[in-house]
């Protein structure tokens, strides 16, 4: 059963960084990149949000910290890029030590609303100070790659969606993947059976953390550029959460799921609806909470496990 | 069961094909010629995007009824960048990917048009920035890239060249929005204000769309400035001079980084801050009383298209588009790189947005106007050869104003 | 700076942090009694606004009246929201429902967009110059000491409406414990309903006082939802007093922070304290041990 599962996930892998030999445009390539992006970045974030069940609105804290760091440490302390890149995983770990330690004390809406502050808290710090971080004015980031950069930063996201997919299938058969079940089907009896809540949620966020700046130093760097609007904002933790629930939280599949359809619908969307597409796009959403409310992967494993044979678990 | 992982990612493969293959078709070399925009249609600068494409529709219709250019009509090709950097270099992609366009124009914003420079410079891509004032948008040296408007810089040195004119005390406070605009036209004036000998008593930033500034103008007050230098958007503006009048501050001199303070709305009483707008002093890149051959025409015709006056926005759009098929008509080619290079010796002496003609950097060296509001009326009252007026100085305190 | 400097920024705070008391009370209502984290609450204050716009520029009657008409529209808009919308997802995940609220937010402000443009607007009423002096060194303008007091008198009603009233009682009930509310008679789906619309319609009143003394583009809530929030957890989660004192702290500690510190940290203090007051009293400052 494993094995076949392995296989196909491996063959996805390897199908996917054959792509660019079909695809040339920048465009095209781009708007890859984004969808694998968005994948890492929602199965990241549903370490925390799906198998732990903790909402987090705030994951834009740890994606601009890994864009940041890049940007700073490389820029004004003249480490080498790849470097810069380890220096920011490892400052969206502390911000996620920090976090992590006084919202976890929080339950469910509260939670995420101090996740909501602490993104914002980072934002107007980082727009506030142009001394520091080049303020709104934005700051310029190394190339992480040259020569053909589409192609390359496609295949760097490539390589982090299969790390974060890698991860999320190894926590979710491991006891560690359990703990988090737990505590998300019920945190007060799973603290009565010894399971460490605090410990077991830190744990996963700063996993979720690295792997969320890994993703913002790819961003960056592909732009050459940032601004704290573009890593820091309400909008691109909304959107991280988005892509995690609208593919189904808590299931492996699902924030790819979610990245594919949300991230294509968002272009098409764009280039067909023009000044309506945001309107659009609300009405997705109500669409999807509506009718399917275990988001896409949700949805579709519930229907096909009723026609399944019984005795055949998910 | 192991059917089922397959399935899906059977499904998702097929959809990564499918969908950027859709959509979209190259440039046909037929009857028409493609020019790409790149500007903000919606998001938070939706107001600023929609006086471009005005702008651009009239210079559009204009060009076309002239015959087009090398024999072709012109087709503008929209992306939204949605107010967004990372959209806005997205758009460059599928400009000149999907749709095959030879220059782009654009886009509003300026940390919108700092994201595409090295976008269009690493596509060979020739871009005309219409509005983007930051310095900084000219920083990586590309030589792909053109200003047409006058940038921060030139913005600071035009006013404390006229403060300097009038002999006004050298104590100034800078009053800024914290975003892109404002901190860069600060840091310009802080900068050349110090090398001109001018003492920065205070330099205060503030969150834009506040609904409450007075804390920060009682801040101001304080430190009696004998001028003070806003960077804000129209809706700022007239709140701050309206709580201006309530704090009871009086410096000698308001002065501005035009945008809010130079727009076509803020001297009225439905859309501005009305009489709290009088006696303020702005820069300015064009009006609709310029002097330039076809400024009067421009203005009828916006006002014709959307029954309100333009601010320079939609000028330097307009412009934007007339520069950039004068280059095409130059080169006599489709080709960026031929463009390119009719851009760089291109010499417009006679538009209704002035000359235009870009230095080594791809800066038109566009001339910046001093205007102060005169009985609700936009008035040049510097350099001296373009003023309509004297200006009046100094500015009288809100009490007397009052007993109007 | 002086002492009235500070003292007039006190004041200014208090009469700012009324309409935000205004926002946050509605937000605490309809947080005490569904547990949803409304998004979409901004937006609400936002068409509050644009449906005064509207009636003023067509029948020229003061804001100051029409909020009446403002908050009915706006209470009724509610309930249609809430059968539609929230009711057929009652039972689903606190996820699914900020998810719709977003969708709703998303839904109103490109509406509005696409119907009024990206422009702004403004309305001139003749209270706006007119300001009062208290002795020589305090001044404040008319149309906040206006909005000021209708506030306070749209508080108290909402407080007794939440205390006196049968549905009111029924909320609280909800709020203590919603699944023995039901067991006790009580028809939650329409408590929740009546809570919904009322706490939109408070957002909507917000918005129609707010209306002459800022702007309206259709952006105009989002500032205002994340502030809603603050108040709301500062206050206590279900404490509609708590709300309405914290967005009177929120404005005059803004304000303070304008004077001494600097404008553009005002909104990061706002969030700092809301961490502080998370981390050391999650409760809120003026709420009971209810989470």
Known sequence: MRRAHWLAAVAAVVLSLLVPLVVQTDYKLQVLFRIYLFASLGLAWNLVGGYAGQLSLGHAAYFGAGAYGLALFSGTLGMSPWLAVLAGVAGAMACALLIGGVSFRLRGPYFALSTIAFAEILRLTAKNLPGLTGGDVGVPVPALFHGNINRSFYWAAVALAALSFALTVVISRAKFGYYLMAIREDEDTALSVGIGAARNKLAALLISAALTALAGALYASIFLFIVPDQVLALDVSNEIAIVAMLGGAGTVLGPIVGSVVLETASEIFKNTFKEAHQLIFGVLLVFVVLFLPGGIVGTIAGLLRRSDIPGEGA | ?404 | MDVYAALQAVINGLLTGALYALIGMGLALIFGVMRIVNFAHGAFMMLGMYVTYVLFTRTGISPYALFIVTGTILFAFGYVVYFALMRPIHGQSDFMQILLTLGVGLICTDAVQLIFGADYHQINIPLQDTNFRIGPNISVNAPWVVSFGIACVLALALYLFVMRTMTGRAARAIAQNRYAAPLMGINVFRVQAISFAVGSAAAGIAGALLLPVFYLYPGVGDQFTLKAFVMVVLGGMESIVGAALAGLVLGVVENLTSLYWGNEWALAVDFAIFVLVLSLKPSGIFGRQTV
């Open chain 2, 1 to 404: 069961m192991v059917k089922r992982p397959a399935f899906y990612l059977a499904l998702l493969l097929c959809g990564m094909f499918t969908v950027p293959a859709c959509a979209g078709s190259r440039q046909d070399a037929g009857e028409v010629l493609r020019i790409g925009v790149i500007t903000s249609l919606t998001g938070s600068a939706a107001a600023f995007g929609q006086a471009h494409k005005n702008g651009y529709t009239i210079a559009l219709d204009e060009l076309n009824a002239a015959g087009g250019v090398m024999g072709k009509k012109i087709d503008l090709v929209y992306y939204d960048d949605q107010s967004r950097p990372d959209q806005a270099v997205q758009g460059v992609n599928k400009l000149v990917d999907q749709d095959g366009v030879p220059i782009i124009l654009g886009a509003y914003s300026s940390e919108n048009t700092r994201a595409i420079v090295p976008a269009v410079t690493q596509k060979s891509i020739p871009l005309v920035m219409p509005t983007a004032t930051a310095d900084n948008v000219l920083e990586t040296g590309s030589p792909w890239v053109f200003r047409i408007c006058a940038g921060s810089s030139a913005y600071a040195a035009a006013t404390l060249d006229f403060l300097k004119a009038m002999d006004a005390p050298k104590s100034m406070a800078i009053v800024y929005e914290n975003t892109n605009f404002g901190q860069s036209n600060a840091d310009a004036m802080d900068k050349a204000a110090r090398a001109a000998g001018f003492d920065v008593v205070d330099s205060e930033a503030y969150q834009a769309s506040s609904p409450d500034y007075k804390a920060l103008l009682q801040r101001v007050k304080a430190r009696n400035p004998a001028i003070i230098y806003f960077a804000s958007y129209l809706l700022d503006a007239s709140t701050l001079m309206r709580q201006a009048s309530q704090t009871n501050l009086n410096p000698q001199y308001y002065t501005s980084a035009g945008t809010g303070f130079a727009a076509a709305e803020f001297p009225t009483r439905d859309k501005g801050a009305g009489p709290y707008a009088e006696y303020t002093f702005s820069v300015s890149q064009w009006l609709p009383t310029a002097r330039w051959k076809g400024s009067k025409e421009f203005d009828d015709a916006f006002f014709k298209l959307t029954g309100t006056h333009p601010a320079y926005h939609a000028m330097q759009a307009y412009a934007a588009l007339l520069t950039a098929t004068a280059a095409i008509r130059q080169a006599n080619s489709a080709e960026p790189a031929a463009i390119r290079d009719a851009l760089k010796a291109i010499n417009l002496p006679e538009t209704p947005f002035g000359p235009i003609k870009f230095d080594e950097h791809g800066q038109n060296p566009h001339q910046v106007l001093i205007t102060q509001v005169l009985e609700g009326q936009y008035k040049v009252v510097y350099p001296p050869e373009a003023a309509e007026t004297k200006p009046v100085v100094p500015t009288p305190p809100w009490d007397t104003r009052r007993a109007k």
